[in-house]
């Protein structure tokens, strides 16, 4: 057996190796969710300008603290108001900050992006003549066992509380498009999220130019589920608050006291500050964002 020093070493450097787990993974999640991987065909333009590739981050107005936090423990990239949209961007294009954001995503990727990241490691191994960066294959561990799923939600997921007279709800929904710009289809993501929040994929925008699937819990096993992943990696932008919000709702249900009119008051009045009618943000919980340790 080995002394309790070099116990509490091991059992250090393995705490250490799994919060940088999650820190990429949560990472991977939130750039899979709603990041671009941008690698020029060229790399000299007509203007015999040589292109660079980039790593964007998009982040809704309100999540500007979150969005600062990630650039600031990074120390790379910059940060800009994406023209056009009610967005953030990080934006990284160093070819120290690529390297880095591929060290951090090489392994972690889950869905079709993950084509966008091989061609960005081709594009950085024709110019190494030392050792080549490796393409990962995806990850097919469970969706419940690191914190993809949370940087997923945080970029495009969606807590809807639903309170008429005639009906009350509390659901949890994801919606992309069915093709992304490569013509890679998000289906088999989506089902595999659909499949570990006990839901199904379905199509929905049909008459839009740009169809989109969704993905939506439909009863309580799925709410659960996703309540008991959350509380172990969770959010960080404002998708956190409205998630306590939502848990409250949960609650009722549980207790199946949601039809009750005092309740029903409740809820009525928690959704009214929800999602886009919200107000107030409170960020002591980014206090306990994930830092990159070495």
């Given at each position: ?75 790379i990239g910059s940060v800009s108001r994406k023209k056009g949209v009610n967005a953030y961007t990080i934006t990284i294009n160093s070819k120290q900050g690529i390297l880095f954001i591929v060290s951090l995503l090489n392994g972690y990727m889950r869905s079709a992006k ?181």
């Amino acid at each position: 057996m080995g002394s309790s020093e070099t116990i509490r070493r091991n059992f250090s450097v393995k705490k250490l190796f799994m919060k940088n787990i999650q820190f990429c993974t949560y990472l991977t999640g939130l750039i899979e969710g709603d990041g671009t991987i941008v690698v020029p065909k060229e790399r000299v333009s007509k203007n015999n300008t040589k292109n660079y590739p980039s790593v964007e981050i998009c982040f809704y107005l309100k999540d500007l603290p979150l969005c600062l936090t990630i650039q600031k423990i990074y120390n790379i990239g910059s940060v800009s108001r994406k023209k056009g949209v009610n967005a953030y961007t990080i934006t990284i294009n160093s070819k120290q900050g690529i390297l880095f954001i591929v060290s951090l995503l090489n392994g972690y990727m889950r869905s079709a992006k993950i084509y966008d990241l091989w061609k960005l490691i081709d594009w950085l191994n024709s110019e190494k003549t030392d050792k080549k960066i490796p393409k990962h294959e995806k990850d097919k561990s469970s969706l419940l066992s690191n914190a993809w799923l949370s940087g997923f939600i945080e970029a495009t997921g969606h807590f809807s509380v639903r309170a008429t007279l005639r009906k009350i709800e509390c659901k949890f929904e994801i919606e992309q498009s069915i093709i992304d710009h490569n013509n890679n289809s998000s289906l088999c993501i989506l089902e595999k999220i659909g499949n570990t929040l006990d839901c199904s994929v379905k199509m929905v925008r049909k008459t839009k130019p740009k169809k989109q699937y969704r993905v939506r819990t439909t009863n309580l096993k799925g709410n659960t589920t996703l309540e008991e992943y959350l509380k172990e990696y969770p959010l960080f932008g404002s998708k956190f608050l409205d998630f306590q919000d939502w848990l409250i709702v949960l609650y009722f249900f549980k207790r199946k006291v949601h039809k009750k009119i005092i309740f029903y008051h409740q809820i009525e009045r928690i959704k009214s500050g929800m999602n886009l009618n919200r107000k107030n943000f409170q960020w002591n919980h980014l206090n306990n964002f994930y830092h990159l340790e070495k």
